[in-house]
């Protein structure tokens, strides 16, 4: 059975710097792509950030461009989220998310991940 | 960046009743539009794909209809694990894959 589990959340201050991860297990990791998608207190999804399963296509959200390190190591069957400057509305879920071969949707994801950038 | 408007924000419905969610995109998505459920608490989960595919495992009450810019998806007879809420997803135009704000089917 596949699983996704994200970890590494928790509270940093603005400006400061947070490294999430998230563990697959019950797939063949390397054959697929991957997503973070966050969520915001009382807000809708919004995607973050994409790696290919080769690592050789990244993609990110305007909104973290610059700030935000997507990576992945297909040995350890796990994905990361560098998360540097950090401001109060990166508060929010982080989901990994599983991008199915050759289509850009998310078709399974995890329970996510409460980072909260506060003072 | 495309735009995908969810209607209504919140629909109050019994157990066993017939719901229809819309999602527009503000230009054509083609089909390439995705709905998930989101259940307090659990991770989100994929409903249909390709505007009208039902992804595995998912109950045929859950169907979803319409290309271009408008989109429904309709579940014939809600059960009690249906109360969610729903989003919608385009991704033609990729990166950004846009949400909708969300559909939120509470109970009656």
């Known amino acids: 059975e596949a699983q996704l589990v994200e970890s590494g959340g928790g509270l940093v201050q603005p400006g400061g710097s947070l490294r999430v991860s998230c563990a697959a297990s019950?797939?063949?990791?390397?054959?697929?792509?991957m997503n973070w998608v966050r969520q915001a207190p009382g807000k809708g999804l919004e995607w973050v950030s994409y790696?290919?399963?080769?690592?050789?296509?990244?993609y990110y959200a305007d909104s973290v461009k610059g700030r935000f390190t997507i990576s992945r190591d297909n040995a350890k069957n796990s994905l990361y989220l560098q998360m540097n400057t950090l401001r109060d509305e990166d508060t929010a879920v982080y989901y990994c998310?599983?991008?199915?071969?050759?289509?850009?949707?998310?078709?399974?994801w995890g329970r996510g991940i409460l980072v909260t950038v506060s003072s | 960046e495309i735009v995908m408007t969810q209607s209504p924000a919140t629909l109050s419905v019994s157990p066993g009743e017939r719901v229809t969610l819309s999602c527009r995109a503000s230009?054509?998505?083609?089909?390439?539009l995705a709905w998930y459920q989101h259940r307090p608490g659990q991770a989100p989960s994929l409903l249909i794909h390709?505007?009208?595919t039902r992804a595995t495992g998912i109950p045929a009450r859950f169907s979803g209809s319409g290309s271009g810019t408008e989109f429904t998806l309709t579940i014939s007879s809600l059960q009690s694990e249906d109360f969610a809420v729903y989003y919608c997803?385009?991704?033609?135009?990729?990166?950004?894959?846009?949400f909708g704000q969300g559909t939120k089917v509470e109970i009656k």
């Open positions: 998310a599983r991008g199915p071969i050759s289509d850009w949707f998310c078709d399974f």
């Open positions: 019950g797939f063949t990791f390397s054959s697929y792509s």
């Open positions: 790696i290919s399963s080769d690592s050789s296509s990244i």
């Open positions: 230009k054509s998505v083609a089909s390439n």
């Open positions: 390709g505007a009208s």
């Open positions: 997803q385009q991704y033609n135009y990729w990166p950004p894959g846009t």
